[in-house]
């Protein structure tokens, strides 16, 4: 079965540096998103994109953060300066469709601890 | 904006079956999901609710009551391998969020 894969599955950084996740949604969805979970809580809304523009996004989702879709196949969530709070298990997902039932893939994840 | 409430820790007997209830509350509403998540890993999709009634997939199966708010995930003939937490997640269309909005979870531990 198709998957969402993501790079790394592990990151660690200085607070203040910048970070880039890296996503490859599955080939045929148009609908790409980024959660966050901290550790023991729920699953957290960052943001979603389609047709290459945001669509919606969360509180959560400052200045510090951006995404992109630099080619047709990655998906990237950048944090231009990192803070300790933003230490997290950051996921992406995607999805063929919106709207009722739509089903999201998640990938396995990065762990972003910020030191 | 939107809430939802779910028990935060279940616990079964191998081969039993177990419910976990979902309550919402939301300015909108478009359905109502079931994830999965082992420890460790990520969430995947089990169910999905747009309309009133009880929609069946293999051992699990889901409910939906749109003028009581609530939701539940039934789970049948449990195994080991369901130890894992379970989140419900609504999409709200008077949030206008494309994303959906999950709850905390809830942890289940089967016994043997």
């Known amino acids: 079965e198709p998957e969402v894969t993501q790079t790394p599955s592990h990151q660690v950084t200085q607070m203040g540096q910048e970070v880039i996740l890296r996503c490859v949604p599955i080939?045929?969805?148009?609908?790409f998103y980024w959660y966050r979970q901290i550790l023991g809580q729920k699953v957290e809304f960052l943001v979603s994109f389609y047709n290459n523009e945001i669509s919606e996004k969360s509180e959560i989702f400052d200045d510090q953060f951006s995404v992109e879709r630099p080619d047709g196949s990655n998906f990237t969530l950048k944090i231009r300066s990192t803070k300790l709070e933003d230490s997290a298990m950051y996921f992406c997902?995607?999805?063929?469709?919106?709207?009722?039932?739509?089903?999201?893939?998640f990938g396995s994840g990065t762990q972003l601890s910020v030191l | 904006g939107q809430s939802l409430e779910q028990p935060s820790e279940v616990t079964a007997v191998e081969g039993a079956i177990v419910q976990i209830n979902c309550t919402y509350q939301t300015s909108g509403f478009y359905g109502l999901s079931w994830y999965q998540q082992h420890d460790g890993g990520a969430p995947t999709f089990l169910s999905y609710?747009?309309?009133?009634g009880l929609e069946e997939t293999g051992r699990f199966s889901s409910f939906l009551s749109r003028s009581d708010s609530y939701g539940y995930l039934l789970l049948q003939e449990l195994q080991m391998k369901d130890s894992a937490s379970y989140f419900c997640?609504?999409?709200?269309?008077?949030?206008?969020?494309?994303?959906?909005?999950f709850g905390k979870g809830t942890h289940l531990i089967i016994q043997p």
């Open positions: 609710n747009g309309l009133d």
């Open positions: 080939s045929n969805h148009l609908y």
């Open positions: 997902a995607s999805s063929k469709q919106q709207g009722s039932g739509e089903k999201l893939f």
């Open positions: 997640a609504v999409r709200d269309l008077g949030g206008g969020a494309d994303g959906l909005t």
